[in-house]
């Protein structure tokens, strides 16, 4: 965050429990989001969506 972000998303695959990571984010004062790759349901971030702040539907997997 010291590097000047004002966003930080971060996967709903890379994280157990995203709530504290989106919660310690926004109180940082930036912004807070979950990226759902291609085949994930929507149904795991319903309950984080209260501290999201942008989601982000993935097309492709990352790097390809």
Same mark, same amino acid.
């Given at each position: 965050?010291?590097? &000047? #972000?004002?966003?930080?998303? %971060?996967?709903?695959?890379? #994280? /157990? ?11 940082? &004062?930036?912004?807070?989001? %979950? ?9 795991? %971030? ?5 501290? /999201?702040?942008?989601?982000? @539907?993935?097309?492709?997997?990352? &790097? @390809?």
């Amino acid at each position: 965050m010291s590097a &000047g #972000a004002t966003l930080l998303l %971060i996967h709903i695959e890379a #994280a /157990c429990d995203p709530v504290p990571v989106l919660q310690w984010v926004r109180g940082q &004062g930036r912004k807070a989001g %979950i990226v759902l790759n291609p085949e994930t349901p929507l149904e795991p %971030i319903l309950p984080v969506l209260p501290w /999201c702040d942008e989601v982000l @539907f993935m097309t492709v997997h990352p &790097g @390809f």
